[in-house]
C-alpha cells in the first residue's frame, strides 16, 4: 500500500484530505507543520508527499527542499491558494510533481495523486533495473582467477571511469559484450543508454541507416524519419561488435563522427550532435587489418586509444572450474525440483582441460547447459557429455584457432603450450610426472617453462 504524507497548518485540512484518500486505498499520515513533517519523513516511507504552500515556521517550498534532499525521487504536489500561482510554479522549477489550487474538487486531487504515484512507481523501477544491470556487470561477475584475466580486470578498472574509446580485441565467445557492459555500467555514464550494434549482421545499406538514422523518403521503402543507433545512444554508450566487417565507406564515416561528434541522418544534409562514449569489439587482429590495407589506419588509432585483450579460454584453462561452477548454478532452475547438481567429475574437468575451445567460454557455456538438463544424478559425468564433443577432444590441432599470417614457429609454441598445461594439470603441477607424460626431461621441461614464461608447478 502507498503512503501519503498530507501537511497543512489547518488542523482540520489534513484529515478531510486524508479520509478521501483513504477511500481510494492509499494509507496516510498527516501533519500540521513542516517540521513535524520533516521528522515524519525522517522515520517513516513516504510514498507521496502532499503538503500546503503557505505555513508558519517552515513554509512548504523550504519542505519540499529539505524532502527532495532526502529523497530526491519523492513526488510532491503543492497545495496553494488563489493568487499564489507564481509560487506553485516556482515550485515546480524546485521539483515539485505539480500543484493544486484551493479549493480543488476530489476527482482533480485523486488523479494528480495517481499521476504522481505512477512517475514514483516507474523511477523505482529504472533504479531497480539500473541497480541490477550494475550488480550483473560488475567485474566479480566475469569469471577468471587466471593471471591473463586479472590483467583484464585491471584494465577495465582503470578505463571505466573515463570517456575515452574502448577497443576490445578477443575471438568469438570470450564475452566482449559482457565487458563492453562492465565498463559501461561502472562509468559515469551509467545511468544513461547502452546500445549496442553488431556490424556483421547487416548489409552495409541496412547498416548504414541502423547507425546513422534515416529521413523520410531517403530511399524506398523510408516511409518515416528513424532515429539511428547514435541518436539513441546520445549521452550513453555505443558498442560496435565486429567493427572489422565495416565497410571502407563506413569506416570513413565513422572516423568523421568520431573526430566532429557530428553526423548527418541519411537523406538528411542537418548536422545532428551526439555526446557517446565508444566501445568497439573485434574477433580480428585490425592491425594485420590495417597493414593489409582491409582497414583505416587513422580510423585503427582512433579506435585504439585504450585497448583491451580478451585471451582465450585455452589461455586460461585455470578458470574452467570456476566457469563451469558459475554456469551450473546460472542454469540450475533448468534441472527438475529437488534435483540438484554438484559439480563435474575428474574426468569431465580433465578432459575439458585437454580441450581447445574453439568457441571459448560460450562454447563451455552451452555444454554445461545441456549436460546439467541431461545429467540423471548429481555429477555431470563423461556419459553426460555429447559422443562429438568427446571424440573431437583428441583432435588437438585446431588450425582454425592459429592466423593463417601465423608463422610456423607460433604455431608450434601454441601447441607446445597446450600440451604443456594439460601435462601439468594431469600431474598435478608436479613437474617431474609432467615431464614424463609428456617424455622428456624435466631439465627439458624447466627450460620450456622458462622460455614459454610459464612459471607453474612444482619441482617434485
Known amino acids: 500500500m502507498e503512503t501519503i504524507l498530507i501537511v497543512d497548518d489547518e488542523k482540520n485540512y489534513p484529515p478531510i484530505i486524508a479520509a478521501i484518500l483513504e477511500d481510494e486505498g492509499y494509507e496516510t499520515l498527516t501533519a500540521n507543520s513542516g517540521e513535524t513533517a520533516l521528522s515524519i519523513l525522517e522515520e517513516s516511507d513516504v510514498d507521496l508527499l502532499l503538503t500546503d504552500m503557505k505555513m508558519p515556521g517552515m513554509d512548504g517550498m523550504e519542505l519540499l527542499a529539505r524532502a527532495r534532499e532526502k529523497d530526491p525521487d519523492l513526488p510532491v504536489i503543492m497545495m496553494t491558494a488563489y493568487g499564489t500561482v507564481d509560487k506553485g510554479l516556482e515550485a515546480m522549477d524546485m521539483g515539485a510533481h505539480s500543484y493544486v489550487w484551493k479549493p480543488f474538487q476530489n476527482e482533480q486531487l485523486i488523479l494528480f495523486v495517481k499521476r504522481a504515484l505512477a512517475m514514483r512507481r516507474v523511477l523505482r523501477e529504472n533504479r531497480l533495473l539500473r541497480d541490477q544491470l550494475g550488480s550483473h556487470y560488475r567485474f566479480d561477475n566475469i569469471i577468471g582467477k587466471s593471471r591473463p584475466m586479472q590483467e583484464v580486470f585491471a584494465t577495465i578498472r582503470k578505463v571505466a571511469p573515463t570517456s575515452a574509446t574502448v577497443l576490445i580485441e578477443g575471438e568469438s565467445g570470450t564475452g566482449k559484450e559482457m565487458v563492453a557492459k562492465s565498463i559501461h555500467f561502472n562509468s559515469q555514464r551509467k545511468d544513461r543508454p547502452f546500445v549496442a550494434v553488431n556490424c556483421a549482421a547487416l548489409a552495409e545499406s541496412l547498416l548504414e541507416s541502423e547507425l546513422f538514422g534515416h529521413e523520410k523518403g531517403a530511399f524506398t521503402g523510408a516511409g518515416y524519419m528513424k532515429k539511428g543507433r547514435f541518436e539513441l545512444a546520445d549521452s550513453g554508450t555505443l558498442f560496435l561488435d565486429e567493427i572489422g566487417e565495416l565497410s571502407p565507406a563506413l569506416q570513413i564515416k565513422l572516423l568523421r563522427v568520431l573526430q566532429e561528434r557530428a553526423f548527418e541522418r541519411v537523406g538528411g544534409i542537418k548536422p545532428i550532435s551526439v555526446d557517446i562514449r565508444l566501445i568497439a569489439a573485434t574477433n580480428r587482429n585490425l592491425k594485420q587489418e590495417m597493414e593489409q590495407g582491409r582497414f583505416r589506419d587513422d580510423l585503427f588509432y582512433r579506435l585504439n586509444v585504450l585497448p583491451v585483450y580478451l585471451p582465450p579460454l585455452r589461455e586460461r584453462p585455470e578458470d574452467i572450474a570456476l566457469l563451469v561452477e558459475h554456469f551450473i548454478k546460472k542454469y540450475e532452475s533448468e534441472r527438475a525440483a529437488g ?30 547447459e545441456r549436460a546439467l538438463i541431461l545429467c540423471p544424478g548429481s555429477v555431470i559425468e563423461l556419459a553426460d557429455l555429447p559422443k562429438e564433443f568427446i571424440r573431437s577432444v583428441d583432435n588437438t590441432l585446431y588450425l582454425d584457432g592459429i592466423p593463417a599470417s601465423a608463422k610456423l614457429a607460433d604455431a608450434l609454441a601454441v601447441v607446445e603450450k597446450a600440451m604443456i598445461e594439460r601435462a601439468l594439470f594431469m600431474a598435478d603441477n608436479v613437474q617431474s610426472k609432467a615431464a614424463d607424460i609428456l617424455g622428456i626431461a624435466k631439465s627439458g621441461l624447466s627450460q620450456k617453462l622458462k622460455k614459454l614464461e610459464m612459471e607453474k608447478g612444482s619441482k617434485g
Not at 540438484?340 to 574437468?349: F, R
Not at 581447445?356 to 560460450?362: A, D, F
Open 339 to 368: 534435483s540438484i547438481v554438484t559439480g563435474i567429475s575428474q574426468d569431465v574437468l580433465r578432459l575439458f582441460h585437454r580441450y581447445y575451445w574453439p568457441g571459448n567460454v560460450r562454447e563451455l557455456e552451452n555444454l554445461v
